[in-house]
């Protein structure tokens, strides 16, 4: 059993950064891939980026240039930093990586853009 708890997220103007945090219960993070989701109202859930085991990294077209993904082994956490923030990427922010055949999610963390 995995638990993942996300935490950062809060409210910044348009051009802002923020940096969220994805902390795992056990000593995964090198050892298994990762994802970052957002979800909007009213709209699916989409895919913000991957980071691999190896620490490979790739994002959506949206977000490339903005967003990076990186992860700290010791303290079993995965980061998503967030640059140049667009009211576009107001959503709830969530984390999942699969361990052993199973998917797991964190609860989400909302980021709100806006003047």
């Known amino acids: 059993q995995v638990q993942l708890v996300e935490s950062g997220g809060g409210s910044v103007q348009p051009g802002g950064s923020l940096r969220l945090s994805c902390a795992s219960s056990?000593?995964?993070?090198?050892?298994?891939?990762m994802g970052w989701y957002r979800q909007a109202p009213g709209r699916e859930r989409e895919l913000v980026g991957t980071?691999?085991?190896?620490?490979?990294?790739n994002y959506t077209d949206s977000v490339k240039g903005r967003f990076i993904i990186s992860r700290d082994w010791p303290k079993n956490t995965w980061y998503l930093q967030m640059n140049s923030l667009r009211p576009e990427d107001t959503a709830t922010y969530y984390c999942?990586?699969?361990?052993?055949?199973?998917?797991?999610w964190g609860r989400g963390t909302q980021v709100t853009v806006s003047s």
């Open positions: 056990g000593s995964i993070v090198s050892k298994s891939n």
């Open positions: 999942k990586t699969r361990w052993r055949g199973y998917d797991f």
């Open positions: 980071i691999s085991s190896e620490g490979q990294t």
